[in-house]
């Protein structure tokens, strides 16, 4: 059974970074996608950012384009996201899941629609940003 383990949430002030970090316990095959998603209370978790594992493709949703950098390192399991820029609506919970994806990434993997697509998830890690 593959796991995954988040890391690195934390309260920060606007205009601050953070790193999150999502470790897989085994190497998931090539044509798997990791992505993250954000949740906040009353809100359905939407997705906001995905990676092909094999080829390491990226598709952001245009809230957090620019300001967020998704990376995976294949040696480690492990996929990051780069936050820059914090915003106070950047504050929710966040989930890393993975699942195969054969067509790759693409829009279909951002927005509320798509943590139907993963079946695969870790816990959770929360970022607070405050003014």
């Known amino acids: 059974q593959l796991k995954l383990v988040e890391s690195g949430g934390g309260s920060v002030r606007t205009g601050g970074s953070l790193k999150l970090s999502c470790a897989a316990s085994a190497y998931p095959p090539l044509k798997y996608c990791m992505a993250w998603f954000r949740q906040v209370p009353g809100k359905e978790r939407e997705g906001i950012a995905a990676?092909?594992?094999?080829?390491?493709?990226?598709v952001y949703a245009d809230s957090v384009q620019g300001r967020f950098t998704l990376s995976y390192d294949a040696p480690k399991n492990t996929m990051t996201l780069q936050i820059n820029s914090l915003q106070i609506e950047d504050t929710a919970m966040y989930y890393c899941?993975?699942?195969?994806?054969?067509?790759?990434?693409?829009?279909?993997?951002?927005?509320?629609?798509?943590?139907?697509?993963?079946?695969?998830w870790g816990q959770g890690t929360q970022v607070t940003v405050s003014s």
């Open positions: 899941a993975t699942d195969s994806c054969p067509g790759g990434v693409g829009s279909w993997y951002i927005g509320e629609g798509a943590r139907a697509l993963f079946y695969y």
């Open positions: 990676i092909a594992t094999g080829d390491g493709s990226t």
